[in-house]
């Protein structure tokens, strides 16, 4: 079972400006996930869909929540269920989507071993038309290839 978190985001002066940016960009190289996730999807004709996101795992919530305050975008926090070989309560933060693109606009100039990934995660979210919705004719094929090719691409990179 995964509990959801309720944290306010607010401007943390602790670290000011850039500074803030380069210190969470520094974590999120270390202990952070940027992927495409493949979902199941009733309403889509394929079956499935395509999703940026970017994961923050950790065993202290206050470090998760001091990120969340640095780059001032809100995501999703949730206290996963420990398990009996777990010593330690564990938390991940979860940005999805436009906000998983914000976060990785905000980060990228100060990313290093996930530069690569973050540019590629942009270069997705920007050419896919992932926010277009397409009715009953679903998206075209040749944008679904394209999607397909990101998602694999980004895979390959980890």
């Given at each position: 079972?995964?509990?959801?978190?309720?944290?306010?985001?607010?401007?943390?002066?602790?670290?000011?400006?850039?500074?803030?940016?380069?210190?969470?960009?520094?974590?999120?190289?270390?202990?952070?996930?940027?992927?495409?996730?493949?979902?199941?999807?009733?309403?889509?004709?394929?079956?499935?869909?395509?999703?940026?996101?970017?994961?923050?795992?950790?065993?202290?919530?206050?470090?998760?929540?001091?990120?969340?305050?640095?780059?001032g975008i809100e995501?999703?926090?949730?206290?996963?269920?420990?398990?009996?070989?777990a010593h330690r309560?564990?938390?991940?933060?979860?940005?999805?989507?436009?906000?998983?693109?914000?976060?990785?606009?905000?980060?990228?100039?100060?990313?290093?071993?996930?530069?690569?990934?973050?540019?590629v995660a942009l270069?997705?979210?920007?050419?896919?038309?992932?926010?277009?919705?397409?009715?009953?004719?679903?998206?075209?094929?040749?944008?679904?290839?394209?999607?397909?090719?990101?998602?694999?691409?980004?895979?390959?990179?980890?």
């Open positions: 079972m995964t509990i959801r978190i309720k944290h306010t985001t607010t401007k943390h002066q602790r670290l000011p400006g850039n500074l803030g940016l380069s210190y969470a960009a520094g974590m999120l190289d270390g202990e952070g996930c940027i992927c495409i996730a493949k979902t199941r999807s009733a309403q889509s004709k394929n079956g499935y869909n395509y999703r940026l996101r970017v994961i923050a795992s950790q065993n202290h919530l206050r470090t998760l929540t001091d990120f969340q305050d640095l780059v995501g999703l926090l949730y206290q996963i269920t420990r398990s009996p070989q309560d564990q938390f991940q933060l979860i940005y999805d989507g436009d906000k998983a693109a914000e976060l990785l606009s905000a980060l990228q100039p100060y990313l290093g071993r996930k530069q690569s990934e973050a540019v270069q997705y979210q920007s050419a896919c038309e992932v926010n277009r919705r397409f009715g009953r004719a679903g998206c075209p094929d040749s944008l679904w290839k394209l999607r397909e090719s990101y998602y694999r691409k980004l895979r390959s990179m980890k």
